[in-house]
């Protein structure tokens, strides 16, 4: 052609002519989804504790067990994913979403095989959410130990 | 010199070669869509009765390419090579839907405009006499192209407003020679244009309608200059899967370079879903995309007489995981083809 911006100009111009979500929506969608999820958590919990004689920490594994659970169910049922599409960060970043991230891939990959499919694709989208988990909780800890070997704590 | 090339890029054919037949395969979700009358076989089914999202593509591909002979009242001896291609890695789609044919292939990758690039080759072939009667044929299914190169179906995230959807479809056309028959009662395929690479930097791989856009208006600036035609001359201007976004981008960019398109522009990805209702966002997408359009939709205003003179371009995202990943940018490629019904 004769007339051609440069990269500079049309990736400009192309910000410009792309429509974006509404962040404000977005936000009130995570909290109202992210905030239920949470609610309904609590309400786990205060039945372990109050119904079922648990104590604090069996009342906390047994909230993030049905929690998981329902999410794996919601996945397999493909209903979760319309959950994450009206709460965006809000269905993504509870117990829940963790658990849909690792559920989908072992749905979709199970065609692949126990070993090559489940097995290694399991965690393709979790994977960097453990490994970076796991490493900045051992920094912490390093930290941690310096602090109390030096007294500072 | 050939008399037959055209300006730089464009080869305008002495015998034109006829598409005497053609075939379009759908999923569901493209059959509740506005041109749902004019395909030929809605499947429900999203593995089309097979084990996996990949052999369900190629049981449509299989479809496309059988129901296209039989439309034409061939038999699959009557063919003499395919051109055939799709989205996923090394062609599984398209290799595995054709292997019992028993038919010499090309296989073909352009992205999604592997349909042009398809269709281009076939009517060489043909016009050059090498074949009385070749095969094109290009696919693409949601599911597998999601796999491949997003996220398993499953997993909750939200999709960018420009992100496009593939569409779950495959579209086989008949190129026959029309040495031996009267070219009247078919539309025909007057001249190509081929596409260059074209990379304006852009690197959102979920707004693809800006990454093919620059390609797409290179290509039918290029088309308009090695034919010495004016945008007024086509009934429409028909590009594969740009979107709402690609196609606004499209229309400024030949503007920009003189020539106005805004009343004959028509895009494939746009018309083939209902963005409001389906909310497809930006529009559809794919190598199916464009085939079954122009399989159902557009062949059908040709061959009734509504539209004589069409700009068919396809238009292809050049990347993949790897590239993406590494950082690369998207660059874009169309193909052109003018199809004229006398």
């Known amino acids: 052609m004769k007339v051609r911006q440069n990269d500079e100009e049309y990736n400009k111009y192309v910000e410009i002519v792309t429509p974006k979500h509404s962040c404000a929506k977005n936000c009130i969608h995570a909290f ?12 786990i919990h205060d039945i372990a504790v109050n119904y079922f004689n648990c104590n604090e920490e069996d009342a906390g594994s047994w909230t993030s067990i049905i929690l998981v659970l329902i999410s794996v169910i919601l996945t397999g049922l493909n209903l979760y994913k319309k959950l994450a599409k009206y709460g965006g960060a809000g269905a993504l970043v509870p117990i829940t979403g963790f658990a849909n991230s690792v559920a989908a891939p072992t749905i979709e990959y199970q065609k692949e095989g126990e070993v090559f499919g489940k097995g290694v694709k399991v965690f393709t989208i979790a994977g960097p959410v453990i490994l970076f988990g796991i490493f900045t909780s051992w920094v912490l800890g390093l930290i941690y130990w310096i602090l109390l070997t030096t007294n500072i704590l | 010199m050939n008399t ?28 509740q869509g506005p041109l749902a009358a004019y395909f030929d076989q809605i499947e429900t089914d999203p593995t089309f ?12 591909v299989r479809r496309a390419v059988q129901t296209a002979i039989s439309k034409s009242g061939l038999t699959k001896e009557d063919i003499r090579y395919i051109f055939g291609g799709d989205l996923l890695g090394q062609l599984i789609g398209t290799t595995f839907g054709l292997k019992d044919f028993n038919i010499p292939l090309f296989g073909l990758y352009g992205a999604c405009s592997t349909c042009g ?5 076939a009517s060489m072939t043909v016009a050059a006499g090498y074949a009385q009667n070749v095969i ?9 192209a999601e796999k491949q190169f997003r996220f398993p179906l499953e997993y909750g995230n939200q999709r960018p407003l420009s992100s496009t959807w593939t569409v779950t479809g495959s579209g086989a056309f008949i190129v026959s020679s029309t040495n031996n028959q009267p070219m009247s009662n078919y539309p025909h395929i007057s001249s190509i244009t081929t596409g260059k690479i074209v990379d304006y930097g852009v690197r959102d791989s979920m707004n693809m309608g800006a990454c093919m856009a620059p390609a797409a208006a290179d290509l039918i600036y290029q088309c308009l200059e090695d034919t010495q035609m004016k ?20 229309i400024k960019l030949l503007l920009d370079n003189g020539y106005d398109i805004k009343k004959q522009h028509m895009d494939c990805g746009v018309s083939i879903y209902d963005n409001e209702k389906q909310d497809t966002h930006s529009g559809g997408s794919g190598c199916g995309c464009c085939a079954v359009t122009l399989a159902g939709y557009i062949l059908h205003n040709l061959a009734n007489h509504t539209w004589k003179r069409i700009l068919f371009v396809p238009t292809g995202a050049l990347l993949s995981t790897v590239s993406f990943n590494e950082g690369q940018t998207i660059p874009g490629i169309a193909h052109g083809l003018i199809i004229e019904q006398l």
Do not use: N, R
């Not at chain 2, 009765?49 to 449509?60: A, H, I």
């Not at chain 2, 945008?231 to 499209?250: A, H």
């Open chain 1, 32 to 43: 109202l989804v992210g905030g239920a999820i949470c609610i309904i958590g609590q309400g």
């Open chain 2, 4 to 31: 037959q090339a055209l300006g730089k890029q464009t080869i305008k054919f002495a015998h034109p070669p006829a598409i005497i037949g053609a075939a379009s395969i759908v999923g569901e979700m493209e059959g």
């Open chain 2, 49 to 60: 009765g097979k084990e996996s999202w990949e052999l369900g593509e190629s049981e449509m």
């Open chain 2, 117 to 121: 690039e398809s269709l281009s080759l």
């Open chain 2, 136 to 144: 094109a044929v290009t696919s693409s299914h949601y599911a597998s």
């Open chain 2, 231 to 250: 945008p007024t001359q086509f009934d429409k201007i028909i590009t594969g899967d740009l979107g709402k976004i690609g196609s606004e981008i499209l």
